[in-house]
Every structure is written in C-alpha cells, then in structure tokens.
C-alpha cells in the first residue's frame, strides 16, 4: 500500500535485522508513523488532531486504569471510593481531575477532528471506509463517557443514567422488558453500576482496536489535504517522521497546555455541582443535564414535544440516534467530486450554517426547558436533519465549484508566490 | 437510492419538529410562561474574596482555623462532617497533641462496641476518626429540625454553584432578612410557609435552616479576631473550601509546575518544528 516512493524499513543493527525477520513489529510502525508513510506536505495544524485524540485516548486509558485500582463499584461505598481517591490516595485529586477532564479533552479534540473531516470532505471516496469507522469509533466513545459519568454514583450520575437508560422504554411493546433487563432491576442501582463499570473499563480497549482499523483504511489511500487535491507525485508529499512528528509535537504541547489549565485551575469547571451530592432516588435535581458533550444530541432528543402517529418520546429518541446514524451515510449523501469546502462556495457556506446551528443545539440541550430553547431547538433540530439529508445532496448536484489547483505542489507554491514546479518537495 | 430515502428521512424528521413547534409557539402566545418569584427575587452570590480564589490561590491558615471553630461551635450541632477526619486538621497548622486533644473533647463521640458485652456504645473521638454525625440517623436528624434534614457539608463548597461564595452569602449578615413586600404583593402566594426563613441567596428563596449566626461575638476567636457575623461567614465558608479540596495547594502548586514545563517543551517542540521544515515549502 502507500504510495511507490514510500521509503522502505532498513534496519541497521543486528539486533534489529535478527527481530525484523522474528517478528517485523519496528517495520509495522516505520510504514505506519514513520519515515514510510509519506503525507501530503500542505496539511495544516487541524491535520493534528488525530495524533492528539490517540493520547488522549492513552490519557485516559493509564489514569483509568490506576483510578479503577481505588474505585469501588458498588452503590453502597462508590460514592466515598471517589472521595477517598480525592483525600487519601497519594496524588489522588490528579488522576481523577486528569481522566474527568480528560473525557472532554477527548471529546474537544474529536468533534475538532470530526469539524475537519466535514470541512475537508475528507469523508468521501476513495475514504470512506476510514469515515465509517471513525463515526462507530464515535459512538463507542459516548457510549464509555457516558458509563463514566455513572461511576462516581453522585446525583446527575444516577438521574443521568435513569434519563439515558430511559431511551430503551420508549421501543414499542417490549421497551420497559428491554430497559429492566439491560439496567438488572428497576431503577439503577448496584446491578447497574457493575456492568457499567465492566463495560467502561472494556470499551476502551475496543476503541483502540477500531482505531487501528481507522488508521490501517486512512494508509490505503494515504492522508487528505485542504485542498482536497489527490498527492500527484513524490514533490507532494514529504514522510511523517521527522516532518509530521515534529508538528504533532508541537500540537501535542498546545493541547497539553489547555489540558493542564482545566486539570489544576478549573477542574470542575466542566462538571456539574450536583454530582457532588451522592445519588438519591428519592430526590430529582431541578435540572438534570448530561455532560457538555452531549448537549447538542439531548436539545435534539428535546425537540420532539408533539406526537404525530409515534409518541414524541419515540421520535426524540428516533432523531437522536439518527443525527448520529445518518454520518454514516454521509460519504454518499454528499456527491461532489470536489472535497474541500474551499472550492466549494455553497457548500461551504452551509458548513459554517451547520456549525453555528449545533452550537446553538448545544446551548439549548444544556439549558433549563423553557420555551424559549425547546423553540430555538426545534428550529435547529430541523436545520440539522435539513442540512445533512436534504441542503447538502441538493448542493452537491447543482454548485459550480471554483477551479482547482492541478496539484498540491501547485497550490503550495502559488501561496508562496512561485510557480515553477520543483522536481521534489525534499530540494 | 440512498438521497431518496433520506430526503424522506429528512421531511420526516422536520415536519414532526413543524408540529411540535406550532404546538410551542401556540402555547407560548395562549399561555405565556408566567414569572415565578425564585427568578425575579434569587440573587446570585457575593464575592467573599477567598485567599484560596484564583489561580495562584492558598489558603490563610489562621481563617481555616477560625472558621473550623465556627463549624465546630455553631454548625456541627446539626451539620456532619462525615469525609473529614480529625487527622485532617493537621493542614490547618495543628501539631499533633492539639490534634489529639480536639478529637478527645470533641462533644459527639464515635459509635462503638463495648468490647467486654459487645453491646453498643460510644467512644471518646482519636485523630483517625472522621467527624461523627451528630445524628445516629437521617429519621433522628429530620425529627430533631422540623422534618427538613441538615446536609452533610463536606462537600458543600463543590455541591452548590459557586460554593464557597454561596456559603458565605447564605449566612452572611444581610441573607436573612423580611420578605420584601414587592415579593407578596406580585406573588402573594409565595408567602414564606411558617417553619421556614426567607433567605434571597437559597435556590426557592425559603430555607429551613433558622439563622445559624444571629449576633457578633458569637464566636470567642483564639487569635484575637473580632468576630463580626460577616467574619465568621467568610471564615467558615473559606474553611468548607478546604474540607471540599483539601488538596487546592498542591494542585495549585504543581499546575505552575507542569505549565512551566510543558511551556519549555512547547518551546523545544516549535524550535525542532521549524529546524525540520526549514527547506519544505509547505
């Protein structure tokens, strides 16, 4: 796979040669993040995130894992465990600040990824496949953060999962059976709590095993650019390692700063107070709302008030996973040949209409129910669902797109005012 | 095929939204949300200037032990401090005999067994013992208060928005005061119900707690401090901030650090950036 030019894995040392022919693990990892997988030499700094979201996945995955040595799953002591792990375990406060800030590290640096990916169209042929895995390793993603969310066992915690497991009886006939069977009782409680904690600390490990996949389609055609343009020659691209791992580099630092400001100067600035009051059946919060993250999807699940032949809570659930399933139909919803956005006027025009629109989705689903934001979402509910299977397909088949560069070499060195092609982006 | 259906999908979705939103808007106009008394009489918290605000924030020693004595004279007859141990106070700058001498006269002592007939009973308090409940149970601390249960206030500078401002506010010297008579004559249903004390800075504007500091000089401070109502607000308030994050200092202290140094990296990983893609135009 890669491209003919591709540099090929020689391993100087013994050492290495006698495990190159064993087991060619070094080899994997030079075609793969090294000097054998040439990239586009344009991509800019949103080309970062994906490297950024893989450590914040590592991130996450070491703090849990040392966390769950001092977390108890069970309803009875889950809350005290956390406030232990806060007062008496040695540097305690840090891993648990660092996993909880974390998640929403994680979530920043993939609807990032995500804004990239719609922006650059770099969704469509010949990458769809690496699309279609990035949205499973998405919902996979909200599937663990959720879960996480239920383990420390306060109030939004416990209303959380009562909401959200909640979904399950709105399916007709047998969707209170299913909701009982899937929380083992009632009501959550401790049998909940397990399976939750089980399958937190295993869905992880199964994101790390989609991402592989994500990153083993991305090799086949190689990395998009911005300007979409597929790399023509040797001149276009440069090898990832040292070119992109230095600029990860200094990506990774941006991102560690941002982590570190919430994780040691705001670190609850993203949860929710009530979460510090342990679960209470007995008692609902005035407002229960999930994490930030979830916002947009919960304004959407929010919208639906009226019934119309389903109940509205079935449509709400309904749409709410549809605004989610129906990016998996995107790579053919959208059929221009043109991928980035910036030789795309419509197109682009209706990108930044949508990123404003799940930005106001986002302010409503974490705002009391009032009027005023169960109406701005539903009008922004209906911009959504309009936007990705109605606005976008008709663009598509009727925008004139602007000219594009004959190359990516082109286009860079028309930026830099020269136009004579150069025989190779390595002088 | 696939823009077929979803075109369909699409006029689905946002004709069941054109209904609900004619639902919305027709019951906005024919019933316009009235306003209620908690939005137009709440009031958001004062500042109370913590030494532990901002992001260099640490604690003032002496108000953390000032204000655990006003937890310890005023609030705990009622309020737990279950999270807390009395080891703890060692960061309030208690040497270890002081530490073991207010676990020893502390008034309410630990449940035990008496070790001769295993009977149930108390025994007096030692440094690793968390502060115990001043009620054996939630029946026993809703029947001494009226039905209303005190909360646990370990945790209560975290559990409330902008806790440690809230604290301070909701027992400072102007929070409770007489319903305002702008408030009866726009809702007179929204009387204070008798057993409880309208108080602006409570999320529904009555609170159950009576008046917890009624005069200046309630509280004989060790170091001399004239103990004014708005000092002994501030001072238990800043001491609750330290039993909610008794570890504000170190994360304080190593979020400098860690900025420190992955400021250096940033610095390094720009210099190498640079020095890489010096020939490459890009």
Redesign the interface.
């Known amino acids: 796979m890669s491209f003919p030019w591709a540099k090929h894995y020689q391993p100087k040392q013994p050492v290495m040669r006698w495990l190159d022919e064993k087991l060619p693990l070094p080899r994997l990892v030079y075609n793969a993040v090294g000097a054998g997988y040439p990239v586009p030499r344009n991509l800019n700094y949103f080309w970062n995130f994906g490297v950024l979201a893989g450590a914040a996945l590592a991130i996450q995955i070491i703090t849990g894992v040392v966390l769950a040595m001092h977390y108890a799953a069970n309803a009875g002591v889950a809350f005290d465990s956390v406030e232990s792990i806060m007062r008496d375990v040695n540097s305690g406060w840090f891993l648990r600040y660092a996993h909880a800030n974390g998640a929403s590290m994680f979530f920043i640096v993939v609807y990032t990824h995500i804004f990239r990916g719609l922006y650059y169209g770099s969704y469509k042929a010949p990458r769809e496949m690496v699309w279609l895995l990035g949205v499973v390793i998405f919902l996979l993603m909200m599937a663990t953060a959720f879960m996480g969310y239920v383990l420390p066992w306060g109030q939004m915690s416990f209303w959380g999962a009562q909401v959200i497991t909640g979904f399950f009886s709105a399916i007709p006939v047998v969707g209170d059976t299913i909701r009982i069977w899937l929380l083992g009782g009632f009501a959550p409680d401790n049998a909940a709590l397990n399976r939750f904690f089980s399958l937190h600390y295993l869905l992880p490990f199964v994101i790390a095993g989609v991402i592989i996949l994500h990153i083993w389609a991305l090799h086949i055609p190689g990395s998009n650019n911005p300007t979409g343009v597929d790399v023509k020659g040797e001149q276009d691209t440069v090898p990832f390692h040292p070119y992109y791992t230095a600029k990860d580099a200094v990506g990774l630092g941006v991102f560690l700063l941002v982590f570190a400001g919430l994780l040691f100067f705001f670190p609850n600035y993203l949860g929710h107070p009530d979460n510090y009051i342990p679960a209470n059946p007995l008692s609902t919060p005035a407002h229960i709302v999930p994490e930030w993250y979830f916002w947009p999807f919960y304004a959407i699940l929010r919208a639906f008030t009226a019934d119309f032949i389903l109940p509205a809570k079935l449509w709400g659930v309904l749409a709410m996973f549809g605004s989610i399933l129906l990016l998996f139909f995107l790579p053919w919803l959208d059929s221009s040949p043109v991928r980035s956005n910036n030789f795309r006027p419509k197109a682009r025009v209706a990108f930044w209409v949508l990123v404003v629109d799940v930005l106001l989705l986002g302010w409503c689903g974490g705002s009391p129910a009032t009027p005023f934001f169960i109406i701005l979402s539903q009008i922004t509910a209906a911009y959504y669902f309009l936007h990705f299977l109605v606005i976008l397909p008709w663009i598509a088949r009727t925008e004139r797109p602007a000219p594009l560069p004959h190359s990516i070499t082109e286009a860079v060195l028309s930026k830099h005012g020269g136009t004579a092609p150069t025989k190779s982006a390595l002088a | 095929m ?2 077929g259906i ?2 369909l ?3 689905a ?13 027709s ?2 106009i024919s019933e316009p ?1 009235a306003p209620t008394a908690e939005e137009e009489f709440h009031l958001h918290p004062k500042p109370a200037h913590l030494a532990s605000d901002g ?1 260099f924030g640490r604690f003032d020693r002496r108000q953390l032990q000032r204000g655990f004595q006003v937890y310890k004279e005023v609030c705990a007859a009622c309020h737990s401090l279950r ?1 807390v141990a009395f080891r ?1 106070l060692k960061d309030l700058g208690y040497n270890d005999p002081e530490l073991k001498a207010i676990a020893n006269q502390w008034v309410i002592e630990q449940p035990s067994i008496n070790p001769e007939t295993g009977e149930a009973t108390t025994r007096k308090n030692v440094p690793a013992d968390r502060f115990p409940s001043p009620f054996a149970n939630e029946v026993a601390a809703r029947a001494a208060n009226n039905n209303a249960l005190p909360p646990d206030l ?2 209560m500078a ?4 902008d ?1 440690g401002n809230y604290i301070y506010s909701l027992i400072g010297p102007d929070a409770y005061r007489p319903q305002p008579a702008e408030l009866l004559r726009k809702f007179p249903d929204a009387k204070t119900p008798t057993g409880l004390h309208y108080n602006p800075y409570f ?1 529904n504007l009555n609170i159950a707690m009576p008046p917890p500091l009624t005069q200046d000089g309630q509280v004989q401070y060790a170091d001399g401090t004239l103990a004014s109502r708005d000092q002994m607000a501030k001072d238990v308030a800043a001491f609750l901030t330290w039993t ?1 994050e ?2 504000l200092e ?3 202290a ?3 650090g ?2 420190v140094f ?2 250096i ?2 610095f390094l ?2 210099g ?2 640079q ?3 010096r ?4």
Not at chain 2, 13 to 25: C, P, R, Y
Not at chain 2, 279 to 282: G, N, T, Y
């Open positions: 696939v823009r979803a075109f999908v699409g006029a979705f946002t004709f069941v939204l054109a209904i609900a939103l004619w639902g919305s808007v019951g906005l949300p992001i999270l703890d370990s945790l975290k559990a409330r928005h806790g999320a909610a008794p570890k170190s994360r304080h190593a979020g400098i860690a900025f992955i400021l990296f940033c990983a720009w190498a950036y020095n890489v893609w020939d490459v135009k890009h």
